[in-house]
């Protein structure tokens, strides 16, 4: 469907999905995608895209999410700097892209739709996207509100969905790759794998600090606001907690957890510098190999799974 050799998405992630891992990405073989919303503007998303295909003849994607924020975005323009740029994959997330599927299908653009429900993914069929993105608990990010796991999450998807499913959430290398087909996923999508990769545009200090990690390095915030995101457990997201717990509103939360000094942690090497995602996966990762190594191993060890373990316990 989307023209790449490997059943890998590189998830769009704030800050780092950027032209040089989405090129690395692409260049190995899986689906990268680009983070429109990580460009200031419009403009300079188009000039991303430019930019990514100086790097890579390869497909690629650009993720393109709709959540509340304390600032109007312009998501209109933003969605005609992607079409009008002549991009043909759009990963959708957050809130329902029923309003954006018209221009999308007019351009022959294929949508993957992220969510993190079996009845979210439904509705997303039926306003015609091509393939979901169903995110189980264990991600970074927003894993929504119903706390279900990929485990049971991705073989209820693909009970109820006729379109392709791609398994997120918790994946980080070929035991993933290999449980996700066998879910009844047609690939999986990777974001916090792929931060701690030589191209990834993350400080050396923080792709340490992922390494070094444990399952157990994440946190829930903005449950009390119904807007749960995961991000790594750090002394910003903590205090971010603990306001939830005192009450306090987003006016007086959104400055301590803004994404620009979520950004800093990433460009400085500040893991205090500000909030920043981590999936649970965090504890699969042990080195920051590059992307075609990272893609070419996690291939290989699926392969293995499936040729010899599981006909093993098949014969």
């Not at 997303?124 to 995110?135: E, P, R, T, W």
């Not at 400055?255 to 950004?263: E, L, M, N, T």
């Amino acid at each position: 469907m989307f023209g790449v050799e490997h059943p890998i998405i590189q998830g769009g992630m704030q800050w780092v999905g950027r032209a040089e891992l989405v090129s690395a990405v692409a260049n190995a073989g899986a689906l990268g995608c680009l983070t429109a919303l990580t460009q200031p503007t419009p403009e300079d998303l188009a000039k991303e895209i430019d930019r990514t295909r100086e790097m890579t003849d390869k497909p690629f994607a650009v993720n393109f999410t709709i959540l509340p924020t304390l600032k109007p975005v312009p998501y209109a323009e933003y969605m005609d700097a992607i079409i009008e740029s002549g991009v043909k994959i759009v990963e959708t997330a957050g809130n329902n892209p029923k309003e954006h599927m018209p221009k999308l299908k007019a351009a022959g653009v294929k949508v993957i739709h992220k969510c993190t429900s079996v009845r979210h993914a439904i509705s997303a069929q039926k306003n015609g996207v091509d393939c979901v993105s169903i995110d189980g608990f264990e991600c970074a990010g927003h894993p929504g509100e119903d706390d279900t796991p990929g485990l049971i999450l991705i073989p209820r998807a693909a009970d109820q969905l006729d379109i392709p499913i791609v398994a997120s959430g918790g994946f980080a290398d070929g035991r993933g790759l290999a449980a996700a087909l066998a879910l009844g996923a047609e690939g999986i999508n990777m974001g916090t794998r792929f931060m701690a990769t030589k191209e990834a545009p993350v400080h050396d200090k923080i792709k340490q600090r992922i390494v070094e990690a444990s399952e157990l390095d994440t946190t829930l915030i903005f449950r009390t606001l119904r807007n749960t995101s995961r991000m790594f457990n750090n002394a910003v997201s903590r205090k971010v907690v603990e306001m939830e717990a005192e009450g306090k509103s987003i006016q007086e939360i959104g400055p301590i957890a803004s994404g620009q000094k979520g950004r800093l942690v990433y460009e400085q090497g500040d893991e205090d510098a500000g909030v920043w995602s981590a999936g649970m996966c965090i504890g699969l990762i042990h080195d920051v190999p590059t992307v075609a190594e990272l893609v070419s191993r996690i291939v290989a060890e699926a392969d293995g799974i499936i040729e010899e373990r599981l006909k093993r316990f098949a014969s």
